[in-house]
């Protein structure tokens, strides 16, 4: 009589490997391209920003990749993830849907990006690397990777947004609580950042700025290596434990996603959910609708071209294949600053070119409208990025009602909301 | 090889029942007294505050009290909790300790607040209370009621000490997310509020006055009743259920504690995680050593008298027979607001006089560093209360490497310090 809400793996059962969908999508990557001399770059040309392991990975074409077992190890710090039946939003929502979560939000820094920092740290680690820069925009990467780099003794230097620097005081104090150190960009620390500042001393940065400041250091120094949070194919490889873990907690409900709903920033949230799950679309005939929930202010996938562009705002990176908005683009300052980016990822770009997936776009008002249904429902506050996941499932729940069809729904609750209680307020105040 | 960090229960092992420490008790408590009359108070007396369902829990003496369908299936929001070997603060130590800890911070609320506030909602809800108000300091408990009034339809307003609600807006925005409305206190709505305010316009508040702010709602009232967190003994009965799944825990783990140890506010962390194990030592000739952890600035176990005191500083309450500082003692405003309560609860008071358990306190200082030292070896960052016990883990793991012995140690993690991250920058500042 009494419902079963939650679905729990033993850590005997988290997966010991990731998931590389390279093996299996029906139309290779095209080759990143050389920033100068837009040919197919090399291993070499990566090598002073990644570790080899990673670059390794980022072109593995390998179906099953083996996840070390120090990683494992960090990974049970939070591993596996609670799976939970949304019960209570269902009969809110007077839906005949199943909804499912994946909870993410249960990692130290609060959202599902350690699941990448922590193998990022190890591969560094284990090559000898002492000190690791990247960027931040709102906090999240930046304090998954304070958090990972902590545990291998390595310097973490991170470059956060200088607007976000002033406006998320917390997320700054917990990586100086794990050892990251961190900058508000533009810096005086580069050439990037000084040539900003001399342009205009007050002004509040951008994530193109703290990425060309983070790649700068990286590439001026011998012991340093970068690192990103998202769009690079072994970042999408390290997520796939999350939807590897749904796949076996769903088998253990007697059930199966005839949706699989992830927010979409640059492409790690729903790649971790929904690749698995793709997988038996592409070998199992399944049917699966995997669908990235973008911010309408930010329309990549809906509204962008699949064209080469640059990763960071300077066009400092190799040229990507993906769908974008133009490197030059800068997205309004909304609350969810992981969906800020202007480019998606090339699997998920491939993926979507050759329509395997789908891709909608949300208003962030309905996303927030959609985190206090969810809150009031479930418990649970959801970040601003997971809010726009939980707008398009309850859209698709009441087309199930309409439809009177009891879909099965999984989405990726990617992160809480407990650092973004002012974009609440903003929301209740009407000020949004 | 690798090592299991988590032990983790299934849904359907989560008790049904919790445990009554008063059945066991060699002494019995001596009764509450009446404010006005100083005879023992009547079921009666309590009516206009509480509904007779906890009132008769209040002075139950079953070991067992079945826990109510409804209860149970919104515990499984986020209960059973995980329990976590802490092997990185093991290893960090160097001690021959085995350390565990009952992660009570995966509620919503962030603590181990929800496993009364729940019951005490619904058994306000099923005996009709349309409203329901309370105090909050810091913010944890009446972001806990509010969770849980919101479930039920319950209007909830929560009296909030009017400097916490400047400090911690978002602690504010989370109870208005699930429909709590908080009134900075002293407020003009009530005649002790407005007492206050015309004595002093710029009064800070502190708990006493909201305290009383609350009861007088209640009591003015038919419809509305009174809720508290801590210190009742049906309060610290609704947070057995963390330690008895802890006993269900550790027996997974092939364990016994040594030391059970918990932060000491008014009782319930502390009660909540070690009555499940007194027991053995009531009924089977277990020696498990039950330690509750004070703030050194409000050190009622430590150094205060064991006498007939008011629960409230302008003295509403009923007499309640406890280890008291004096119910006009003022503590610092320390960061752990959860311990900043003149008194401590009649069982703890009882138990404590009885030589059963016992107490120590922590200097907030310690208690950040213990912080700070889990949080980079565990991942989790503490709330402040928690931390408390925590450097007493820390104290007793490094006794335990003095003699060679390892010792089983278990506390309750209560909460997280997600919220609370301004003390830390305190703390690194050295502005504490």
């Known amino acids: 009589m ?16 990731w998931y590389n969908i390279q093996a299996d999508m029906p139309n290779p990557l095209l080759p990143l391209l050389h920033p100068g001399t837009k040919q197919p770059i090399q291993a070499s040309d990566l090598e002073p920003l990644f570790p080899m392991a990673l670059i ?7 179906r099953y990749i083996d996840i070390p077992d120090e990683v494992l190890d960090l990974y049970r710090l939070y591993r596996p993830t609670p799976m939970h039946r949304a019960y209570n939003l269902e009969k809110v929502l007077d839906t005949p849907a199943k909804i499912y979560y994946k909870n993410e939000s249960v990692s130290p820094p609060g959202s599902h990006k350690p699941n990448t920092a922590i193998p990022q740290a190890y591969y560094n680690h284990k090559e000898g690397v002492k000190k690791m820069t990247t960027e931040t925009g709102a906090g999240q990467w930046g304090s998954a990777l304070s958090f990972a780099t902590n545990f291998f003794g390595i310097e973490c230097k991170v470059f956060m947004v200088k607007v976000s620097y002033g406006q998320k005081p917390y997320r700054k104090s917990m990586m100086n609580l794990w050892n990251g150190s961190v900058i508000p960009s533009p810096s005086m620390e580069t050439n990037a950042g000084r040539a900003f500042l001399a342009e205009d001393p007050d002004c509040p940065g951008s994530l193109g700025v703290a990425i060309s400041e983070a790649i700068e250091v990286a590439a ?10 998202s769009v690079l194919n072994h970042v999408l490889l390290h997520q796939t434990i999350i939807g590897l873990e749904a796949v076996k907690q769903l088998e253990m409900a007697g059930d199966f996603p005839d949706l699989v709903i992830g927010p979409f920033g640059g492409g790690s949230n729903f790649g971790g959910i929904s690749f698995p799950f793709l997988r038996y679309n592409f070998t199992e005939g399944k049917k699966t609708r995997c669908i990235a929930v973008e911010s309408a202010t930010c329309p990549k996938l809906t509204k962008g071209k699949f064209e080469y562009d640059f990763g960071d705002t300077a066009g400092m990176t190799p040229l990507i294949p993906m769908y974008t908005l133009g490197h030059k683009f800068i997205p309004p300052a909304i609350h969810a600053g992981g969906l800020r980016y202007h480019g998606a990822g090339a699997i998920v770009s491939q993926l979507l070119k050759d329509n395997l997936i789908e891709a909608r776009s949300v208003e962030q008002i309905e996303s927030f409208e959609a985190a206090v249904t969810f809150a009031r429902a479930e418990g649970m506050i959801p970040a601003p990025e997971t809010s726009h996941a939980i707008a398009q499932v309850i859209k698709e729940a009441n087309i199930a009602k309409q439809e009177g069809v009891a879909k099965t729904i999984l989405f990726n609750f990617s992160g809480h909301g407990l650092l973004d209680m002012g974009a609440y307020d903003a929301y209740f105040s009407k000020t949004m």
């Open 56 to 62: 390794a990975q980022e072109v593995s074409t390998e």
């Open 2 to 17: 009494t419902k079963n809400r939650r679905i729990q793996l033993n850590e005997r059962d988290m997966p010991a490997q």
């Open 220 to 229: 001026m120094n011998e012991d340093t290596k970068y690192s990103l949070g």
